[in-house]
């Protein structure tokens, strides 16, 4: 189903096309609109993702991502709009979504194995303290083979590389086995073959055990060849399709409110504004230099 405009969403909002979907929807982001100290940071945000899908959520820094993250773990009360999760509303706590954060700390000498950190994530919604039995080891072992770190299950997290350390955040978050994945920005900090290697990893997971993954990213390119869907943040609104449907000159300059090329150049995809004008999440006029490429 290709873009085809602004259309109505299920609460009767006007938002930039949300294609068609077959199957088991997973999360239903419906009419969402942020404001924060006064400043509108998404605008009437809609799209759905089904079960197995891998869903790259594309924009610039500060673009929203994460504050789309944050309504969808209902963390960040929307001023508008809704969330589903399995066709029901999303609660602050829900064991049907897994979430891997965009940043993560650890002391090189804490005493946490890796293993440790994937256990963790059994008892996440429960409160008190968990006792060790064979069948949670058992769960450990599998979910560290599901995305080959058994090789460094006992090496502390703190000194793991950071393509390691996701794959243990991954682990870590599929545990209690969520039918929706977030990940915010999980590329940022690796190199190219880590970033590939995670990417490819999240796409077979997704397969698999056919999970909905949403992935944010501020570089497209790394994720194209296994998106099954991408949806395109920028000035606080969003379009959501295919990546043939959405990374299209005509769809994007109506996104952004200006004129946008879209250039296709050794197997990567840039996307460079031309002069013109353009409103940032601020609210402030601001003039795109000709040739800026966006993502």
């Known amino acids: 189903m290709s873009v085809s405009g602004e259309q109505t969403d299920a609460m009767g909002r006007e938002t930039i096309s949300?294609?068609?979907?077959?199957?088991?929807?997973?999360?239903?982001?419906?009419?969402?609109?942020?404001?924060?100290?006064?400043?509108?940071?998404?605008?009437e945000v809609g799209f759905r993702i089904r079960a197995g899908e891998f869903t790259g959520l594309i924009g610039s820094n500060g673009a929203g991502k994460t504050t789309l993250f944050r309504v969808i773990l209902g963390l960040q009360p929307p001023a508008a709009g809704r969330v589903l999760v399995a066709g029901h509303p999303r609660s602050a706590r829900n064991p049907l979504i897994g979430y891997v954060?965009?940043?993560?700390?650890?002391?090189?000498?804490?005493?946490?194995?890796?293993?440790?950190?994937?256990?963790?994530?059994i008892d996440a919604q429960?409160?008190?303290?968990?006792?060790?039995?064979?069948?949670?080891?058992?769960?450990?072992?599998?979910?560290?083979?599901?995305?080959?770190?058994?090789?460094?299950?006992?090496?502390?997290?703190?000194r793991l590389s950071g393509g390691e350390q996701q794959r243990i955040l991954i682990a870590h978050a599929l545990i209690a086995r969520p039918r929706l994945l977030l990940l915010d920005e999980p590329l940022a900090n690796l190199d190219l073959g880590s970033a590939h290697e995670v990417v490819a990893l999240l796409a077979r997971i997704a397969a698999e055990q056919q999970i909905a993954v949403l992935i944010s990213a501020h570089e497209i390119n790394p994720l194209l060849p296994v998106m099954d869907r991408i949806v395109y943040l920028a000035s606080g609104r969003a379009v959501s399709g295919t990546t043939d449907e959405v990374i299209r000159a005509d769809v994007l300059s109506k996104l952004y409110?200006?004129?946008?090329?879209?250039?296709?150049?050794?197997?990567?995809?840039?996307?460079?504004?031309?002069a013109g004008e353009?409103?940032?999440?601020?609210?402030?006029?601001?003039?795109?230099?000709?040739?800026?490429?966006l993502t």
């Open 257 to 274: 409110g200006h004129h946008v090329d879209v250039l296709h150049v050794h197997g990567r995809v840039l996307i460079v504004a031309g």
């Open 18 to 43: 949300v294609a068609g979907l077959d199957g088991e929807e997973v999360l239903g982001v419906e009419g969402i609109s942020v404001r924060l100290s006064g400043r509108e940071i998404l605008r």
């Open 126 to 158: 429960r409160p008190g303290v968990p006792r060790p039995s064979g069948s949670r080891r058992a769960l450990v072992e599998e979910m560290l083979e599901a995305v080959d770190a058994a090789r460094f299950a006992d090496t502390r997290v703190g």
């Open 101 to 121: 954060p965009q940043k993560f700390m650890l002391d090189p000498d804490a005493p946490l194995r890796a293993r440790d950190l994937v256990a963790l994530g």
């Open 278 to 293: 353009d409103t940032d999440l601020t609210g402030h006029e601001g003039t795109f230099p000709r040739a800026e490429v």
